[in-house]
Structure formats: structure tokens, C-alpha cells
């Protein structure tokens, strides 16, 4: 059975995607997702949680993955996979409720299971380099 952290995850991944493609609000898909029993009610708050910290962070996670992946312009990322490292960067770097390697491990799975061929390889070594740098400097400042 898929945990609830997972399923979050997943169904975060799936409202952000059809934000970007059909360009409706996360509310409105959240709407019909439950009225289609598609969000259990125990996985509704973190769904919600991670696609509002993608919504509010964007720009900044945008900044971050060019940074760390500069030969591939985010525009032209597929949606697939800017969204993927949108949702883990969100709890990577904001959120620290779960385990950063954990994020990763979560965001991996996303890229093999909805990504391409080679997603989950790009997904991990951006991760990876954010994991170097962003996260280290943070560690480095707060002590």
C-alpha cells in the first residue's frame, strides 16, 4: 500500500502538472479531485501544503534549479520534470518537515514512475548538487 506522504506527493505532482497544462487553479482541481474521491481526506493537508509552498516559492525554485542545472533552461524542462524538482526543492530547502534524503529518495521514485527515460538520472544529479551547495551553505550559516 502506497504510504499517505506518497500519495501527497503523487497527487501534488498530478495538480501541478494540470496547472500547467490547462492552466486551471489548484483549488479547482483540488474541488474536482475530491469530488471524484481522488485526495483521501487524510492526505488533503500535505497535497495542499506542497503544491501552496510550490505556488508561493516558484520563482525562487526556478532560480535554483537553473543554477544547478544552467545547460538546461527551465522553460524548456518538461513539465513532468520541473515539477518534480519543484516539490522536492519545496521540501528540501523550505519545508525541512522530512528528512532531505527522503525528499530526494520520494522525488526519484516520481521521476521513474511519471518522467522519462532519463529523468530520474537529471532529477538526482540536480537534487544531488543542490544537496553540495544550497543545503551545506544553509547548515554553515545557521551554526
Known sequence: MVSPRRMARQLALQIL???????????DII????????????V??????????????RIKL??????HAPSYPVKQLS????????????EILFDNKVPKKAAINEAIELAKKYGGES?????????????????????????
Open 17 to 27: 502538472y494540470e496547472m500547467d497544462t490547462s492552466h486551471h487553479s489548484h483549488e
Open 31 to 42: 474541488k474536482q479531485y475530491q469530488g471524484e474521491e481522488k485526495i483521501p481526506e487524510e
Open 44 to 57: 488533503l493537508p500535505f497535497t495542499r501544503e506542497l503544491v501552496e509552498g510550490v505556488i508561493a516559492d
Open 62 to 67: 526556478e532560480e535554483i534549479i537553473q543554477k
Open 79 to 90: 513539465v513532468i520534470d520541473r515539477n518534480i524538482l519543484e516539490l522536492a526543492i519545496q
Open 119 to 143: 529523468s530520474s538520472r537529471f532529477i538526482n544529479g540536480v537534487l544531488g548538487s543542490i544537496m553540495r551547495t544550497e543545503v551545506q551553505e544553509k547548515e554553515s550559516t545557521a551554526s
